[in-house]
């Protein structure tokens, strides 16, 4: 019998609570019933996005909140630094170049992180540039990067910054008003376990001066449509109301457990692979690794799409592999979400496992045993 688990960075494990509240009739949205449950939904997503600004909900996966980011806030002609480093940070610059805005590219070794510095000196000799955008945690490489000393930056500045969260939110530390991120993004399938289909944009009032003056074609995902609804507590549209329902599951989980002790967790776990994965002999592929999500380099002659392939088929543990060029590279494993130890020891005691198949020389079990020292001690 082969039991599935997933444990990769996206999507996540959706908790039992978050399904059965799912399992019920269809309920229609133009209804006090519905109303309630998306004021809800928006008063617990700015508890998590820790914003007092709009966030708008829209049915789409996370990629329709960056489009409806670059399509709200730019006018074709418009300037906006892209940070790259990722193929998550590189969708930016791809959005944009559709829309015919003029990207202003910072490059980013994949693996490694952008220097605020670098960013302050090209708004200094650009000043035209209206918007920076940002990936929080890169998923494609497991690199964190420091928004908040790149928001202090914008912040001083008539420039937006937008942050791309989608693997970060509800896994790691994030303060959009107190740090002053005009735009987060995210979605509903990583850190807030619950399936794919929800995505979400904050908007800060300085940020909203640029949706007021966009010229970029726009009609599903126009904030301005969005936030008339909003104030009434409604969507413009049909939301996906089963999709809002077990998110307001999830995020009521989240509260109860508290934010502060999500974010904890997550670094526990990660910490826990973090070990295992040194004493296995494999190195860390990101300078400055996420919580959420741990990328591992491989060792010569282990082809990571066929360990990834190995560890699903053989023991339906669902792991990431790498992304473009570091396909067959590095394998990814998520930790976000509705996630605890024993989810991290089995993903670590499958990779062993497949490891050793593949050949590689190890002492059996000593990835696990890290794990749960490293577990133990922060207990
Ligand atoms: C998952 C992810 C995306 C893409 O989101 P979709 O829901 O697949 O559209 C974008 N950015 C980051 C950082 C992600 O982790």
Redo the contacts with the bound molecule.
């Keep these: 019998m082969k039991k599935n688990r997933i444990l990769t960075?996206?999507p996540t494990p959706v908790p039992q609570e978050v399904l059965l509240s799912m399992a019920k009739p269809t309920i229609h949205h133009r209804t006090a019933q519905f109303r309630k449950i998306f004021k809800e939904v928006n008063d617990n997503l700015k508890y998590v996005f820790k914003t007092q600004n709009d966030i708008f909900t829209l049915s789409s996966?996370?990629?329709?909140a960056?489009e409806a980011a670059v399509v709200n806030l730019l006018s074709p002609g418009d300037t906006a630094i892209c940070v790259g480093g990722g193929k998550?940070a590189e969708?930016w610059s791809e959005i944009c170049k559709t829309y015919s805005i003029k990207t202003i590219a910072i490059d980013v070794e994949w693996g490694n992180v952008v220097s605020p510095t670098e960013i302050e000196k090209t708004l200094d000799e650009n000043k035209q540039i209206k918007v920076v955008f940002t990936?929080l945690?890169?998923?494609s490489t497991g690199v964190l990067t420091d928004i908040k000393k790149i928001a202090q930056i914008t912040g001083k500045r008539d420039v937006v910054i937008v942050t791309?969260a989608?693997?970060?939110l509800g896994g790691e530390e994030l303060e959009t008003d107190a740090w002053g991120v005009d735009v987060v993004v995210s979605?509903s399938?990583?850190g807030l376990m619950s399936p794919?289909g929800l995505?979400f944009c904050s908007v800060s009032p300085k940020a909203w001066k640029l949706v007021a003056v966009s010229k970029s074609p726009r009609y599903y995902f126009d904030f301005r449509i969005a936030k008339k609804a909003l104030d009434k507590g409604d969507t413009a549209f049909t939301p996906a109301i089963t999709l809002c329902i077990g998110l307001n599951t999830a995020l009521k989980m989240i509260k109860e457990e508290t934010l502060e002790n999500v974010i904890q967790r997550q670094g526990r776990l990660a910490a826990a692979l973090r070990r295992a994965m040194q004493a296995l002999g494999l190195e860390l592929f990101a300078s400055i690794p996420a919580n959420v999500v741990t990328s591992v380099c491989l060792p010569k002659g282990i082809d990571g799409d066929v360990l990834v392939a190995m560890m699903q088929n053989v023991y339906g543990v669902t792991i990431a592999g790498g992304q473009a060029h570091l396909k067959g590279k590095i394998i990814r494993i998520g930790s976000m979400g509705h996630m605890n130890e024993f989810d991290i020891i089995t993903g670590i005691s499958a990779l062993e496992l497949v490891l050793c198949k593949m050949g590689y020389k190890f002492e059996h079990g000593v990835g696990v045993g890290a794990a749960q020292k490293e577990l133990l001690k922060s207990e």
């Design positions: 960075p996206g996966s996370g990629t329709g960056m998550f969708r990936t945690s890169e998923t791309d989608i693997s970060a979605g399938q990583k794919p995505a």
